[in-house]
């Protein structure tokens, strides 16, 4: 568990993390987005005692990391950028990182065989590719078996492969029960790899939400739904909407709907409710986009004017005069 107060970490004149408070639960992936400069880095590095707190507090299982007796053992981080001395190899590297922390040497092989570098553990790390350095970061921080994981932009830089592989281990990591912190400033890959996101801008906190219930909420997403029966299901939709809203039905060629204010799951309730036939049926990609940059881009109108108010009807109001966090919802 990360926990987050009122942080603020200030460089000169810049406010590089402006009054944050959130909470990162273990058994999800929460995703840690914001544009470049958000912050996001030095909310990671001040978790991780690399840097002190101009102000508040970022405790690791409600301590400082420097107050851990063990920290290696609770939290494992991969920072932007760390790297391995390149005349070392991979198994070199992890067994120096072993003796410094005296955890046992069979964690090396373990971590190795988890991120996949079994097979060239012994060859130089300088002649890694960028993936294969990456994993070798991330089998550094597995290596104390910690609960708590924090990875910034661990997909940086990577083939698809590599960021499907990442995604995959993420996801693994959560089911096992941990709490996993995964910082990107990439909406899209956020999209695919957290349940729950925590938006930075400015150094501010911009949202703190479920995903779902984020993109819902700043995006002007739409359902589209491809039925042999555009009929019944429109006449269902504008007649009923769904649950607890009005929603509105564009139709478009080939009895495809494009269904604005209601989820996949709700258009095929409505599919079921109606008696129509559905051939296919998901959310525009696009708007994934659209919230994000909705979102970023009252970040910086906000940052710019230096004065309160994330935007959207469903904002929460307050959070001027910058002493306040404002969260969404
Ligand atoms: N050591 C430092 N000294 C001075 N300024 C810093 C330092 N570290 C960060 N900053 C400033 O703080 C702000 C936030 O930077 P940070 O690296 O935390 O952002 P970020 O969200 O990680 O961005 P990116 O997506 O580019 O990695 C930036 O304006 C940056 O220039
Ligand atoms: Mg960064």
Known sequence: MLT???????????????????????????????????GKSTAVRLLLGLDRPT????????????????????VGALLDGGAAHPGRSARAHLLALVRATGLPRRRVDEVLGTVGLTDV?????GGFSLGMRQRLGIAAALLGDPGVLVFDEPVNGLDIDGVRWVRRLMRDLADEGRTVFVSSHLMSEMQQIADRLVVVGGGRLVADAPMAELI??????????????????TAWLRDRGVP?????????????????????????????????RVHALYREEASLEQAYLELTEGTARHTASGSGGTRGADAAPGGNGGEKTEEYR
Request: proline letters at 8%; a neutral charge; aromatic letters at 4%.
């Open 4 to 38: 987050v107060r009122e942080l603020t970490k200030r460089y000169g004149d810049t406010t590089a993390v402006d009054a944050l408070t959130f909470d990162v639960r273990p058994g999800r992936v929460t995703g840690f987005l914001g544009p470049n400069g958000a």
């Open 55 to 74: 102000s508040g507090s970022a405790l690791v299982n409600g301590r400082r990391y420097t107050d851990l007796p063990r920290p290696e053992r609770e």
């Open 121 to 125: 553990a012994d060859r130089r790390v």
């Open 216 to 233: 819902d909420a700043w995006s002007h997403a739409r359902t589209v739904v491809r039925t042999p029966d555009p009929g019944p299901l």
């Open 244 to 276: 607890g809203r009005r929603v509105d039905v564009e139709q478009g060629p080939d009895g495809e709907l494009r269904i604005q204010g209601a989820r996949p799951e709700e258009v095929g309730d409505a599919a079921h409710g109606a008696g129509a």
